[in-house]
């Protein structure tokens, strides 16, 4: 069985960025097989100039929300 994780990554080596300050999550397949990069999704940031917004945390969790 294969699972999806989302992922907040600019060059796809290292998980850098706060979850609310990403614009963008690339889309990693996992299974026994291994692991393969399978999309990049672009969101708006859910933080924004230092507060949070709600509406934004659930835009970010629609978008990633099969993962």
Not at 6 to 17: G, S
Not at 25 to 39: C, L, M, N, Y
Not at 54 to 59: K, L, N, Q, S
Request: hydrophobic share 35%; net charge negative; proline share 0%.
């Amino acid at each position: 069985m294969s699972k999806k994780l989302a992922i907040t990554t600019t060059d796809r080596l290292t998980i850098h960025k706060h979850f609310g300050h990403a614009d963008e999550f690339h889309i990693a397949e996992v299974s026994d097989d291994g692991f393969e990069w399978i999309d990049v999704r672009k969101v708006d940031e859910a933080c924004k100039e230092g507060g949070h917004e709600e509406a934004g945390f659930d835009r970010v969790l629609e978008a990633i929300k099969d993962c």
